[in-house]
């Protein structure tokens, strides 16, 4: 994996306001976002290239709506193992990044080790994708809860 170089720095409120937009519509041209913010289009494209060089802004995405691909799903896994050496945690992250329904796994404080958050399109697939995982990594312990209604889902952080 490769480590980026972490540029720390203060935003000013310019800054702040372009980072806000680009969470909102990272497709919105640099003109349409110079407006919003109040700056020429190569004023706003130097901030960009500066935001971009210290890695605040990491990726420019576009975000799927999961249903209409046949994803429909989303299921939280939530994990214990009895292993917790530096193997079994490079064998677990190996087969997180393998599996493509796999959106996110986080290792947690408390009584859980690991929480996964996957999209399926329903329960067979989930059964699958438990299958597959167990295959890859012993478990000592996995339960899931299906998203029933999605209330609030953003990637946005709130600057």
């Given at each position: 994996?490769?480590h980026?170089?972490?540029?720390?720095?203060?935003?000013?409120?310019?800054?702040?306001?372009?980072?806000?937009?680009?969470?909102?519509?990272?497709?919105c041209?640099?003109?349409?976002?110079?407006?919003?913010?109040?700056?020429?289009?190569?004023?706003?494209?130097?901030?960009i290239?500066?935001?971009?060089?210290?890695?605040?802004?990491?990726?420019r995405?576009?975000?799927?709506?999961?249903?209409k691909?046949?994803?429909?799903?989303?299921?939280?896994?939530?994990?214990?193992?009895?292993?917790?050496?530096?193997?079994?945690?490079?064998?677990?992250?190996?087969?997180?990044r393998?599996?493509?329904?796999?959106?996110?796994?986080?290792?947690?404080?408390?009584?859980?080790?690991?929480?996964?958050?996957?999209?399926?399109?329903?329960?067979?697939?989930?059964?699958?994708?438990?299958?597959?995982?167990?295959?890859?990594?012993?478990?000592?312990?996995?339960?899931?809860?299906?998203?029933?209604?999605?209330?609030?889902?953003?990637?946005?952080?709130?600057?």
């Open positions: 994996m490769l980026a170089i972490v540029i720390h720095m203060t935003y000013d409120e310019i800054d702040l306001r372009i980072l806000r937009a680009l969470q909102r519509d990272a497709a041209s640099l003109e349409d976002l110079g407006a919003k913010v109040g700056l020429s289009r190569n004023a706003l494209w130097r901030r290239k500066v935001l971009d060089q210290s890695m605040t802004i990491q990726k995405i576009a975000i799927l709506d999961a249903a691909l046949g994803f429909g799903l989303q299921v939280f896994i939530l994990v214990r193992t009895a292993s917790h050496s530096a193997d079994w945690s490079a064998r677990f992250a190996a087969a997180m393998a599996i493509p329904e796999i959106q996110g796994a986080y290792r947690m404080s408390g009584e859980l080790d690991y929480m996964i958050r996957a999209r399926v399109a329903d329960i067979a697939s989930y059964d699958r994708l438990y299958q597959r995982l167990t295959q890859k990594i012993e478990l000592a312990d996995v339960s899931a809860s299906f998203v029933m209604e999605e209330i609030k889902d953003t990637l946005e952080v709130p600057i």
